[in-house]
């Protein structure tokens, strides 16, 4: 009796066996592809996509075998796929082990186009078993762009805005050159591409949102699109001289502003004018024993917002610099430092006025948001003149006016969790009309400063 028993099971599970080996070729098998679309965001010719995917799972008992994953277009289509490690534009005969699945891998690549504004390429991906055949779509917006890749810039040049400008490699402007960028440009830096500036740069945004300059990564699909730290930066140099940056938006960078050395002349070597630095992942400015002039400026969400470092001269009037703890950047360090010596302690006077500004975090560790460290007996004269910070511990060996401390300046709009910043400031804001008059008569938004006492910041509330 417990031979045939045996026999029994023995025989039940050899069938089981054999069902899980042999194929599924019923046209109602239940496979489940797990997207019907796939997005991609502004891509530029040549520079590629972010890859996505999508999976293709074998719901049944038995093995299925897929005649074919294939893109529509065929070899000629701007979009790669790879199906289970194979990279074609059509892979057949593909075999997925019962309840089990396996991964498709999608990219576009866009070639150069005559036309200025986006287009959209489409194309789609058949999968086909068993008499069925299923359709992934496939959409991507690209758009055409002046690219340069170890640009160099020798004589005096201007961009226009007639295409976004895509920079691979480095950009480079040399000695005794400006580059001139005209409002409502959008230069797209890539990663490992640096903006150098050993000459002088001359930006020329205005007011209006799409008269602004943008500086940001040339990576515009999810989830990179806002990732800090995409590309270096710009770095000015110590024979850099004159720079101007009017209406300037710089973002998602790892320092966005790099100043070395005092200028050639007696000229700020570096003069922002209306200039929202944002997501910076180590600095939105860094300056080593240098000069900068900075107006009506946001300096958002950075590592460092403003390090100041061995010495230089600086004027800061109604900039509004604040940090926020977020999923890219951890609210670590004070927004901003302030020191006449560097990391081998040698030190460079230092001359410093912050005026009519904003310094302010939340959700992080600091518990001051402004740090002064003087060493040596160089000249040192740090002067905060009406201002709203956070601080436990006032600064030392600086002077001071009109200071509010630790009221929350009521900014607009705080949503981390959506990454979603608004600066202005609210009607009841501890910040308006706080500030001594200035020749500043504008705003970040170019909107007019009133005649009496402005508000703190980079914003004025209007009426």
């Known amino acids: 009796m417990k031979a045939i028993t045996l026999i029994t099971l023995s025989a039940a599970a050899l069938l089981i066996a054999c069902r899980k080996d042999s194929f599924i070729t019923s046209g109602d098998a239940r496979v489940i592809i797990t997207a019907d679309t796939l997005k991609y965001d502004t891509v530029f010719p040549t520079t590629g996509s972010v890859t996505q995917l999508f999976k ?7 093995k299925l075998r897929l005649s074919s994953v294939k893109l529509m277009a065929g070899p000629s289509s701007a979009f790669k796929i790879n199906v289970d490690g194979f990279t074609s534009s059509e892979v057949n005969n593909i075999e997925i082990e019962a309840n089990d699945s396996i991964y498709v891998f999608v990219q576009v690549n866009v070639n150069q186009n ?13 999968v086909s078993y068993n008499g069925n055949n299923r359709l992934v779509q496939l959409e991507a917006w690209g758009q055409n762009a002046h690219f340069f890749r170890d640009k160099e810039i020798s004589a005096d040049e201007t ?15 040399n000695a005794n050159s400006k580059l001139t960028i005209d409002k409502g440009c959008r230069i797209y830096v890539h990663a490992d591409a640096p903006i150098i500036v050993d000459g002088t740069l001359q930006v ?7 008269d602004r300059v943008y500086f940001t990564g040339d990576r515009l699909d999810e989830p990179y699109k806002n990732y800090p730290a995409s590309w270096p930066g710009i770095y000015f140099s110590a024979g850099s001289k004159d720079n101007v940056l009017n209406y300037a938006a710089i973002k998602n960078s790892y320092q966005s502003i790099a100043v070395q ?14 200039c929202v630095i944002d997501n910076s992942y180590d600095a939105g400015i860094i300056a ?34 604040a940090s926020y703890s977020n999923g890219y950047i951890q609210h670590r360090d004070p927004v901003l430092q302030v020191r006449n010596f560097d990391g081998s302690n040698a030190t460079a006077d230092l001359n410093a006025v912050f005026r009519n500004c904003i310094f302010w975090g939340e959700n992080g560790i ?55 910043y608004n600066f202005r400031l609210k009607d009841d804001s501890p910040a308006k009309n706080k500030g001594v008059a200035t020749p500043v008569i504008i705003d970040l938004d170019g909107k007019t400063r009133p005649v009496g006492l402005p508000d703190l910041g980079c914003f004025e509330i209007q009426p």
């Open 366 to 420: 600091v518990d001051d948001e402004v740090v002064v460290n003087k060493a040596g007996a160089t000249i040192f004269s740090v002067n905060f003149d009406h201002n709203l910070w956070k601080v436990r511990t006032a600064p030392s060996n600086i002077t001071s006016n009109q200071i509010i401390n630790d009221q929350k300046p009521l900014f607009d709009t705080i949503d981390v969790s959506r990454q979603f």
């Open 56 to 62: 293709i799972i074998n719901d049944n008992d038995q």
């Open 204 to 210: 020329n945004g205005l007011k209006d949102t799409a």
């Open 114 to 126: 005559t036309a200025n504004l986006p287009f959209v390429i489409r194309d789609s991906i058949q």
């Open 288 to 321: 080593s024993n240098s000069s900068i002039a900075a107006r009506n400026c946001l300096i958002s969400n950075c590592g460092k917002n403003i390090a100041i470092i061995k010495g230089g001269n600086y004027s800061f009037t109604h900039c509004t610099v």
């Open 261 to 274: 050395d005092p200028s050639p002349n007696a000229n700020p070597k570096v003069t922002l004018n209306e």
């Open 159 to 173: 961009w226009a805005n007639d295409l976004p400008y895509v920079i691979l490699g480095y950009l480079r402007v």
